[in-house]
């Protein structure tokens, strides 16, 4: 099985023949190329010309993020399964109104269904969330009557907006309090985890989409316009609360993460290199765990599950199968 490659040191990518090393001041890392899925890059390397070459041949992606964890760019090889058919097929349901309404609905109601599981999850676990419950349920009753995007963005934004404040609820920590979303830099240590899990989340579907014959520009419920990719931020809203949420709550739950592991930097908050690393292994972890899947009637990771989503949207596009969102048994 092929595994994502997390950078944090210092080095050197170089190929020699039909390998790939890294190459630090500690020594030579020889990298299995045919065992290598993505490479996310967290620190400082240098790279040349024959190496993108060969990890284009691969189509390999290398993520790239900053110092502070931003994400700043990926290396997104010339695309293998290029169909010009089904770029024509999602600008069509993106130029019809309708069709572009249904997808972007479908997305939105993805989303407060899989935050609804895991209020439930932990609402059953003794934690009140009764209330939040009914609020978000009742936000959630006016999406199919939702007439343009602006205002299912909306809907989508106050049901997001009601959901971050039941975190307190859930977490009671008072050093991971939620106070109200903050971006770039994110203000407080909890906007810091959501904000660096969501960067990982995007990024890796960006590769799944890579993997298929979609376009990841044409995006529904995220305008397509001059960002370089939106399908991925509508892929997204699915899987927020069941991957990068639910690890949230494990790692400050579980005090694997503490206030110690950040830092305040650039006018917000960062987390150190050791709390950037413990997140990224654990989801990566996260992303191999499996689940047992209805429709194929055996265990897919997470990583897989994405994929899956991808194919359904093909499906979708090509008028073999209408798209439903995956949503969590738990």
């Not at 790939?20 to 890059?41: A, R």
Request: charged content about 30%; some cysteine.
């Amino acid at each position: 099985m092929k595994k994502n490659i997390y950078v944090f040191n210092d080095g050197e990518f170089r190929r020699k023949d039909n390998t790939i090393y890294f190459e630090t001041q500690k020594g030579k890392k020889h990298l299995p190329i045919e065992g290598i899925n993505d490479i996310y890059v967290f620190g400082e390397v240098t790279l040349n010309k024959k190496f993108l070459d060969y990890m284009s041949q691969k189509e390999i992606c290398i993520h790239f993020f900053n110092y502070y964890g931003y994400y700043t760019g990926t290396f997104y090889p010339r695309k293998h399964y290029n169909s010009g058919y089904m770029i024509l097929k999602q600008a069509e349901f993106y130029l019809d109104k309708n069709k572009r309404l249904e997808l972007a609905r479908a997305f939105v109601k993805g989303s407060y269904k899989n935050i609804l599981r895991v209020l439930r999850y932990y609402n059953n676990r003794g934690k009140n969330l009764e209330e939040t419950i009914s609020n978000i349920e009742m936000l959630a009753s006016t999406i199919d009557d939702a007439e343009s995007i602006s205002v299912l963005m909306a809907i989508e934004g106050n049901i997001r907006e009601t959901y971050y404040k039941a975190f307190d609820i859930i977490l009671e920590n008072e050093d991971f309090i939620f106070e109200a979303r903050s971006r770039r830099p994110p203000k407080n240590e909890l906007n810091c985890l959501i904000s660096f899990g969501n960067s990982l989340l995007y990024v890796l579907i960006l590769s799944e989409i890579y993997k298929t014959h979609l376009d990841p520009r044409i995006g529904y419920l995220h305008a397509t316009n001059f960002r370089r990719f939106t399908l991925n931020l509508d892929i997204a809203e699915i899987f927020k609360p069941i991957i990068v949420d639910r690890l949230i709550f494990t790692l400050v739950g579980k005090k694997m993460l503490t206030k110690r592991d950040f830092e305040k930097d650039m006018g917000g908050i960062s987390l150190k290199e050791k709390g950037r690393k413990l997140f990224v292994q654990e989801f990566d972890k996260r992303l191999k765990s499996t689940i047992a899947h209805r429709g194929l009637g055996r265990n897919v990771s997470y990583q897989r599950l994405i994929r899956l989503e991808a194919y359904k949207l093909q499906k979708h596009f090509m008028q073999e199968e209408k798209y439903e969102p995956f949503i969590s048994r738990w």
